[in-house]
């Protein structure tokens, strides 16, 4: 299980010329990390086109959030290349890369009680002067990234008071006053209940479909069958493999990946469902 991923992987970046193609969003390209001599990712190769939603499916300690860490610029240590519209993320200072690319934790607690304006307000801080309060611009984009995810009223309210799914929806809210076209969510739905796992992921599928380009990792294969558009598999520190759900996510992968055995059903409109062969 040791394929390089099916599709768009590597190239040469932006090519310039009439009738070029546009760099993807984000480029991988050989990326190997280690902590010490543990090997983390080894020969890392994927692209992200713009508007996609890529899903990345994983067991725990597999690396998923240090290639998150790697891809975001807080963790230099890795050797190949990261680049974002074609551009190395070594080149671009901090304030470049908050207007690129924006993150979404799996769970937040802030220090002090801040209310969900200014949680939001928190995203636009790449877009003002430092250290001089939130202008008007930077006030609108949080009250139009409040209103994309329809939680408007949840302005004035406190952060730490709001439901777990409640505060996803405003860390997401958060990401888009950032202004960046691409979002990396790190186990979005991770704590939630079912019903807030389902209206997370509608909300952030729907971002997909307004043009963000996502890379989202979840250890729910439903989660990638249902929403995302390609999934990226990591097994023992490399990608497994890749491609849309329905044509790489096989029982046997997800035994691989898992150790669960598990059945695979598709109904009548082709949706794909993940049931566990119980004991």
Request: aromatic share 6%; proline share 5%; glycine share 12%.
């Amino acid at each position: 299980m040791n394929g390089r991923p099916a599709g768009k992987a590597g190239g040469s970046g932006a090519v310039s010329g009439i009738g070029a193609s546009p760099a993807p969003i984000l480029e991988v390209r050989g990326l190997d990390f280690s902590y010490g001599e543990r090997a983390v990712l080894r020969d890392i190769n994927f692209s992200l086109e713009r508007g996609e939603l890529l899903g990345m499916l994983g067991p725990n300690g597999v690396g998923k959030s240090t290639l998150f860490r790697c891809i975001l610029g807080l963790e230099k240590r890795h050797s190949g290349t990261v680049l974002l519209g074609g551009e190395n993320i070594k080149d671009k200072p901090p304030r470049l890369m908050a207007q690129a690319v924006a993150y979404v934790p799996q769970t937040h607690y802030p220090s002090f009680n801040y209310s969900v304006m200014d949680m939001v307000l928190m995203g636009t801080a790449a877009q003002g002067k430092e250290w001089a309060s939130p202008d008007a611009r930077q006030r609108r984009n949080a009250r139009d990234a409040l209103e994309r995810l329809g939680i408007a009223e949840f302005g004035g309210r406190d952060f730490v008071k709001l439901s777990g799914g409640e505060q996803q929806l405003v860390l997401i809210a958060r990401a888009l006053a950032q202004q960046a076209r691409l979002l990396v969510m790190d186990e979005p739905t991770a704590n939630l209940d079912y019903g807030n796992q389902i209206r997370v992921l509608l909300q952030v599928k729907a971002l997909s479909g307004q043009g963000y380009s996502i890379i989202m990792s979840t250890h729910n294969p439903e989660h990638a069958f249902l929403f995302a558009g390609r999934v990226l598999a990591l097994h023992d520190s490399r990608i497994a493999a890749a491609g849309p759900p329905a044509d790489i996510l096989t029982p046997e992968l997800i035994r691989a990946l898992y150790g669960v055995e598990v059945r695979l059903h598709r109904d009548g409109a082709g949706r794909t469902s993940c049931m566990p062969l119980l004991l």
